[in-house]
């Protein structure tokens, strides 16, 4: 069955939300050093943007590499860590960067497990949020957009490792 992929979010909308919220963690991170951590893979692209677009002087950049899906489209709730950290977090302030909320496990999981760490703050910035999914309550602090549950694909978000290239965001239609 050939794939049609349908936009939901354009890459001009996306450009300018990111902006947005670039704008914003500028203004509360203001003279305070940060530490974007991104979530790979699937917030590669957004957390390469967003950086761009908050105006710090001190704003450094770490990954922690997920694996909470398999081939399929549904969670596994289970998480696990394939790359850590490179460099402590204790007493810093942290910006976790992830691509979406959908259930909330991951990233129930990984505040958690950074909280272990003593980080002086730790805060989410996430791209996208499906709460039609979610299995337990997670405080997203700077929010993308919200959207219906529909699996999505592109601008860093992949379906068995394809479409992470896309610039947009779409839905995978089956023609
Ligand atoms: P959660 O633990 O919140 O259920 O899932 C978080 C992770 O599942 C995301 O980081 C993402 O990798 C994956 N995920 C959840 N929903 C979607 C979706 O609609 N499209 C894609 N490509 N991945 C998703």
Redesign the pocket.
């Known amino acids: 069955m050939a794939e049609r992929l349908v936009t939901l979010l354009s890459a001009e909308q996306i450009a300018e939300r990111v902006r947005e919220l670039g704008k914003a963690i500028t203004e509360d991170y203001r003279d305070r050093p940060l530490v974007l951590v991104l979530?790979l893979k699937?917030?590669f692209i957004f957390g390469g943007d967003l950086a761009r677009a908050i105006d710090l002087r001190d704003c450094s950049v770490d990954f922690l590499g997920?694996r909470?899906?398999g081939e399929g489209?549904s969670?596994s709730?289970v998480?696990q860590i394939t790359h850590d950290l490179s460099n402590p977090i204790e007493g810093k302030d942290v910006l976790i960067v992830?691509?979406?909320?959908?259930?909330?496990?991951?990233?129930a999981h990984l505040h958690d497990l950074l909280r272990t760490r003593r980080p002086r703050s730790v805060r989410i910035c996430s791209l996208?949020h499906?709460p039609a999914?979610s299995?337990i309550e997670v405080k997203i602090d700077y929010l993308g957009f919200t959207i219906e549950d529909?699996?999505?694909?592109g601008y860093g978000?992949?379906?068995a490792e394809r479409?992470r290239n896309l610039p947009y965001i779409g839905v995978i239609e089956q023609e």
């Open positions: 979530v699937g917030s997920t909470s899906y489209t969670s709730g998480v992830e691509d979406i909320v959908d259930t909330g496990l991951t990233l996208l499906k999914r299995k529909r699996f999505v694909v978000l992949d379906f479409y």
